[in-house]
């Protein structure tokens, strides 16, 4: 095996999609699973979710996407699309351009969202920081529109990124 | 009508409605 330039851009692919696993799973797994059973958990039970599974939990979730944009990007620009990805292919008339950037703007803006609404607000919903009564729900609310949103894009972004491979 | 985004069923829906959006949005580009 020769570690040329091929090589390197697989591994930082391996990078992306290791990250991007970790990442989407969690998205999922409060989506589709923690969310959802919370309500059913008897109340004895309900503060371990944010005094322990939550704090660790978003750790790797935040992370993660730092991770995945990271290898992403670098990823792109060693094999030469980055410009033409992020114009979506408007400069270069290319589908894969056109695919790969929208599914790149969709992570961007799932990454953006991560640190920026989920990780401040559920700061506050497990009380990593202080916050009014009043305030909790409204955090609480914030947060979980964002990770529903991000959960709607990860639809069309990995169909994105799956496909741009078949271009 | 409330938000579509305060269930998972909705969140999915609206997930492969974008996706549709987005391939017809891709091809346009492309064209």
Redesign the interface.
């Known amino acids: 095996m020769e570690y040329g330039m091929e090589y390197w851009t697989f591994f930082v692919r391996w990078l992306h999609v290791l990250c991007g696993v970790m990442w989407i799973g969690l998205l999922w797994y409060f ?2 699973v923690q969310t ?1 059973t919370v309500p059913t958990i008897p109340d004895e039970l309900k503060p371990a979710i944010p005094k322990h599974i939550m704090p660790v939990a978003l750790l790797y979730f935040r992370w993660a996407a730092v991770g995945t944009l990271i290898f992403g990007l670098l990823l792109a620009w060693m094999n030469g699309y980055i410009g033409d990805a992020l114009a ?3 400069t270069s ?3 894969r351009d ?2 790969i950037g ?1 599914g790149m703007w969709m992570g961007i803006i799932m990454a953006f969202n991560v640190w920026y609404i989920i990780w401040p607000n559920q700061q506050k919903v497990i009380g990593l920081v202080e916050c009014s009564a009043d305030d909790k729900p409204k955090a609480a609310r914030a947060a979980a ?1 964002a990770s ?2 991000n ?6 972004m990995l ?2 990124m799956v496909s741009a491979q078949n271009m | 009508m409330g938000n579509p985004l305060d269930s998972l069923k909705g969140t999915i829906i609206c997930g492969l409605i974008l996706t549709v959006v987005m391939v017809v949005l891709a091809n346009a580009i492309a064209a």
Request: no cysteine; charged share 5%; hydrophobic share 50%.
């Open positions: 989506n589709f959802p979506i292919g408007l008339g290319s589908a056109a695919t929208i529109l529903r949103t959960t709607m894009l990860s639809i069309p169909y994105a």
